[in-house]
């Protein structure tokens, strides 16, 4: 029997993957907020005097930086609960996950935008009394910020993509969903087209809003 | 105003400032002249501390530097500093540029504030560009909000690090002549500079600094007539050479 594509499979499987989405989206803006604090406050620590934090960094960036993703979500989701007697919901898991492995990644882009600020504004700002740290706030932290954005979007790209992987760990997000579906309507072709669709026009949204983003902050420096 | 004795400075192992004695007094304008690595910035740098000396004393306004006690970023600003390369902050505009320091080092009242930073940018011409970003200046006009940026925080000395290098040779007259009216304003000035013409006409001293020392150290008449170093004359013969 020849294939045939069934329009109407990928049409009524949209509604339903929205269920996953709304987890795909849910665990992707809630890992992004805390690994992008994650990455500052490591990625600065990279930048550290002390040894010992900008040691303590370094270990953070390379554990996870060096271990799959998906070794890190069973890890945590199966190991670290069987360690400590405690259970963690997938959802918690997925997010705390997605926070620490773009939070590595963030840290580097941190560490690498705030070094590429010219160390004559560091000069400039001590030489008209700012403390080290209000140097940082008001002076390297605002340049950087706007160098950051390219990666940035780049991790966040990733990091979307990279939620489908806690389909292993039973969170329901968006892959997981279109798997369901499968399982009852046998039309794979169809519904994980329609996965991909859905992942795609969400990338697609994020490298959108960064690219006004930038644009707005190049407009506005540029008066 | 600014006393300095028996300053040393090294990098590694190698020794740029090799002994200097410096006395700078209120309201004295004191050119630096010296070929390049000659440690003629680092002295200037010495002074607010932006490289901390390797052993001697520093002393700025009754303030030792040295002092673990003493507040370094209240020296610096009461020492205002102006660099080669602007330094300017690319995502203020030159209003902002200088209110910063009034506002978030003095505490100043925004308004108090916008209405000194207005006052300096007058003073330096530039009153009308206080809405533009740094970087839709030119190269003189970028460092006379440089200076107005350091003059916002009311300070009692200026130091100039070759402020007219970077510029292009029909810039520098602006610039120059911001840091003459400044000069007899009464402004105590240290100045690191390639200008002779400058160092010949607005200095109460000039100074020659090479290999790590002070070489030479005269009134600008006796020094530039009447060199007495050989290396200072050497340095000038050179200077005046490729004309």
Known sequence: MAFEFQTQVVIETFP??????????????????????????????????????????????????GTPMLVQAMFLYYGVPMALGIRISPLTAGIIIIAVNSGA????????????????????????????????????????????????????IISLKDTSLL???????????????????????EVYLAVALVYLAMTMSIAKILRIVENRMNISAAK | ??????????????????????????????????????????VLRCINKLEEPSSGTVIVDGFDIMDPKTDINYIRTEVGMVFQQFNLFPHLPVLDNVTLGPIKVRGMKRAEAVRIGREQLAKVGLAEKEAN???????????????????????????????TSALDPELVGEVLLVMKKLADEGMTMVVVTHEMNFAQKVANRVIFIDQGVIQEENAPAAFFQNPENPRLRDFLGKVEAHI
């Not at chain 1, 890992?31 to 270990?59: D, E």
């Not at chain 1, 403390?131 to 780049?154: C, D, E, H, V």
């Not at chain 2, 990098?11 to 050119?31: A, N």
């Not at chain 2, 970028?142 to 402020?163: T, Y």
């Open chain 1, 16 to 65: 339903m993957l929205m269920r996953g989405l709304k987890y795909t989206v849910y665990i992707t803006a809630g890992g992004l907020a805390i690994g992008f604090v994650l990455g500052a406050v490591f990625g600065l620590l990279k930048l550290s005097k002390t040894a010992v934090l900008r040691n303590l960094a370094v270990v953070y960036v390379e554990c996870i930086r």
């Open chain 1, 105 to 156: 990644y963030i840290a580097e882009i941190v560490r690498g935008a705030v070094q590429s600020v010219d160390s004559g504004q560091v000069e400039a700002g001590r030489s008209i009394g700012l403390t080290s740290t209000q140097t940082m706030r008001y002076i390297i932290w605002p340049q950087a910020l706007k160098r950051m954005i390219p990666p940035l979007g780049n991790q966040f």
């Open chain 1, 167 to 189: 389909m292993v760990i039973g969170v329901g997000e968006l892959l997981r969903t279109g798997q369901e579906i499968v399982a009852v309507n046998f039309r794979a072709f």
């Open chain 2, 1 to 42: 105003m600014i006393e300095i004795q028996n300053l040393h400075k090294q990098f590694g192992s190698l020794e740029v400032i090799k002994g200097i004695d410096l006395s700078i007094q209120r309201g004295e304008v004191v050119c630096i002249i010296g070929p390049s690595g000659s440690g003629k910035s680092t």
């Open chain 2, 133 to 163: 970003y740094p970087d839709h200046l030119s190269g003189g006009q970028k460092q006379r909000v440089a200076i107005a940026r350091a003059l916002a925080l009311q300070p009692k000395a200026m130091l100039f690090d070759e402020p």
